[in-house]
Structures are given as structure tokens and as C-alpha cells.
């Protein structure tokens, strides 16, 4: 059987998650497909596609919601995960509701808690660094075993029904963010001159093509969507906004999660 989770990972905690997905259930040939840069997949070779992505503003990135839009109607089984800092909010509903409309059988999903990658939550100390916690790591093992246990049941031709997705009550009464609110937050950027290597690092990483070098970085504010991958991931800190600086950055998974993920 083949498998492929298509995933959206800012920081690598998602694209970790899928990882130990795809590592713990062995009787499965997983691919692990990047929307970010492996352009586009031919989902017509799996039996089963995953999808995967952080929330973002109480909802799906914009990129991961483009990359389903743009697919051709599918009837494969699907499932879907996502991983958030602070709240999920309506992401794994909204994940859903969008990959069932384009006919695959979504038959599993999942709100997995990770460490805060989000730097303005990180600089005001909730970085959430523990995360996910020994119940939620149970809960997040529960998921992958019940995972396995219908691949194995789609391989032997058992027709699996559709999963409804329950979020809490608190997530169900927050409010549906527009995409750009994220941009918004994250207000216009700036380069330290100073400190700017003129690597490219913030260039090739920008998953929304919205930086240039010129020399230095240069920001095209109709094309960014807030993801703070620029700010994050610049090696030597040169990318600042009015509201932050110097500080919250995660260009990476810490430690603790890491352990936590491949353990």
C-alpha cells in the first residue's frame, strides 16, 4: 500500500509529526510531499493522502487552503492533521470540510499541541515548550495506531464510513480570521543593513515569494501572508518589524519535541 502526506511546515514541528506518522506505521510505503517545494503530486499513485498543516490564525494557511483548491476532485481515503501552539481554533473542521469537497473519504484527523513557533507568543512567554504533554502524546499515538489499523482494513477492502469532526466548544464560538489578518498582525518588515549577510536565506525560504534581495531583502507586502518564516529563519537576526526584534525567534523544532517525536 501507498500513502502520501502532503504537509505545510513552517518551522519543521509539522513536517516532524509526520515523520513519526510515516515511521511508526511500517507496513505503509509513505512519501512525505512538501507544498511548499515539491511542486505538484500525482495523487493518483496513492491508495491513501494525508494532509497536513499549523494553524494560522484560528485556520488553515492560506497556501495549504490554495494547494487543495487546486487539485482535481479525488475519491481516494484521506485524514487529516494539524498542529498548533496556543489554540487550534477551527483548523482541523476547516481541513476537513476542504479536502471532503474534493471527494476524498476523510476517514481520521487530528489536533496535535506543539511548541509555540509564532513570535509574539514565544516573546511574551508562552512558548509552550513542553508541548504536547504525556496525554496529549497518548492521545497523539492513539491516532497514528487507529490510523494503522484502517490502513490495514483498506487493504483488505473493507469500506471505511467518513469521520465527523468534533471541535470544542470554545473553538466552535471563535471566529472565522480573513487570511490576511496575519499580515496585518505582522505588520510591515524591515532589514538591518548591519547585520544582513545577504545570504538569500529569507528569499528562497519565503513560501509566498513575496522577498526579493536588492540588495538587500526587499518585501512585497500584496504577496506576504504573516507566516514569520523571513523573521525566523534569518541566520543572523537582521529581519525585525515595528513590533518585534531581536527575540521570540524559532527557526527550528526544540529539542523537547524533537525527542518527543522520535521517541
Not at 61 to 73: A, D, E, T, V
Request: include cysteine.
Amino acid at each position: 500500500m501507498k500513502a502520501i502526506i502532503c504537509y505545510y511546515s513552517g518551522s519543521g514541528n509539522t513536517k516532524l509529526a509526520c515523520e513519526k506518522i510515516a515511521r511508526e506505521i511500517g507496513n505503509v510505503e509513505f512519501t512525505l510531499f512538501d507544498i511548499v517545494t515539491d511542486g505538484v503530486p500525482e495523487l493518483e499513485l496513492f491508495d491513501v493522502v494525508g494532509f497536513a498543516c499549523f494553524t494560522d490564525f484560528g485556520g488553515i494557511p492560506f497556501l495549504m487552503q490554495s494547494f487543495i483548491k487546486g487539485m482535481n476532485p479525488q475519491k481516494q481515503y484521506s485524514f487529516v492533521l494539524n498542529t498548533y501552539g496556543f489554540m487550534c481554533g477551527k483548523t482541523l473542521l476547516m481541513l476537513h470540510d476542504e479536502v471532503a469537497a474534493k471527494g476524498f473519504n476523510v476517514f481520521d484527523g487530528l489536533s496535535l499541541h506543539t511548541p509555540e513557533n509564532y513570535p509574539p507568543m514565544i516573546s511574551r512567554g508562552m512558548a509552550n515548550e513542553q508541548a504536547p504533554n504525556n496525554k496529549e502524546l497518548i492521545k497523539f499515538n492513539d491516532f497514528i495506531l487507529s490510523l494503522k489499523q484502517n490502513f490495514d482494513r483498506i487493504d483488505q477492502k473493507i469500506e471505511i464510513k467518513e469521520k465527523k469532526i468534533y471541535i470544542g466548544m470554545i473553538a466552535t464560538l471563535l471566529p472565522g480570521y480573513p487570511r490576511t489578518k496575519a499580515r496585518k498582525d505582522m505588520g510591515d518588515k524591515f532589514v538591518n543593513q548591519e547585520l544582513c549577510t545577504q545570504c538569500g536565506t529569507c528569499e528562497t525560504g519565503c513560501p509566498y515569494n513575496a522577498i526579493e534581495l536588492n540588495p538587500f531583502p526587499v518585501f512585497d507586502m500584496e504577496k506576504c501572508y504573516g507566516c514569520w518564516h523571513c523573521y525566523n529563519h534569518c541566520p543572523s537576526k537582521a529581519i525585525y518589524t515595528k513590533k518585534m526584534r531581536d527575540k521570540g525567534h524559532y527557526p527550528k523544532p526544540i529539542a523537547q519535541f524533537k525527542a518527543k517525536m522520535q521517541g
